[in-house]
T-cell receptor, first 112, second 116 residues
């Protein structure tokens, strides 16, 4: 069993839809939870990070962490074609920029 | 501009021909890492370095070497490439000190390697 599981999709939604992306994990030592966005032919870029459990909102994006269920989510409201990318969840046991464990990535396509 | 650069961006080579992929960062980051990205497997760490002359294996180190002689550079070396090393490779760097905030990893643009 992988430490981090993510549905690879692909996921296709119409513009304006609410998108839900999810990851589950098995290592209870994970404390930092990240979402990276990767556009085609580019490197991943940090979109959001959350420490421990709870919600974090940034514009149209909301990240949720439920440590009791070992489950994290990224919600995108009012999705736009520019949101079309691969979204990778990542987790770390420390805040020191060290080892990250990534999910497989979910490919999202938002159709106009 | 703060960035991580990789060269080459694309490389096609043959089995057994030694190659080096360079990685350089201009952010004075202590931590540097190499990942490979394969369909269905996500990003997997190959090697990482926490400072000059300090390197360690990640999850998939077989067939790879690295060195960290300078803080800014972290080359990835394939002494005898094989077809199963055909992949998309990313270099990343970050700060490495205690903080109340997460120390973000910055990724390079990627190197697509094909080994025939």
């Amino acid at each position: 069993q992988k430490e981090v599981e993510q549905d690879p999709g692909p996921l296709s939604v119409p513009e304006g839809a609410i998108v839900s992306l999810n990851c589950t994990y098995s290592n209870s030592a994970f404390q930092y939870f990240m979402w990276y966005r990767q556009y085609s032919r580019k490197g991943p870029e940090l979109l959001m990070y959350t420490y421990s459990s709870g919600n974090k909102e940034d514009g149209r994006f909301t990240a949720q962490v439920d440590k009791s269920s070992k489950y994290i989510s990224l919600f995108i409201r009012d999705s736009q074609p520019s949101d079309s990318a691969t979204y990778l969840c990542a987790m770390s046991a420390t805040n020191q920029g060290g080892k990250l464990i990534f999910g497989q990535g979910t490919e999202l396509s938002v159709k106009p | 501009e703060a960035q991580v650069t990789q060269n080459p961006r694309y490389l096609i080579t043959v089995t057994g021909k030694k190659l080096t992929v360079t990685c350089s960062q201009n952010m004075n980051h202590e931590y540097m890492s190499w990942y490979r990205q394969d369909p269905g497997l996500g990003l997997r760490q190959i090697y990482y370095s926490m400072n000059v002359e300090v390197t360690d294996k990640g999850d998939v180190p077989e067939g790879y070497k690295v060195s960290r002689k300078e803080k800014r550079n972290f080359p990835l070396i394939l002494e005898s490439p094989s077809p199963n090393q055909t992949s998309l490779y990313f270099c990343a760097s970050s700060l490495l000190r205690g903080s109340s905030s997460y120390n973000e990893q910055f990724f390079g643009p990627g190197t697509r390697l094909t080994v025939l």
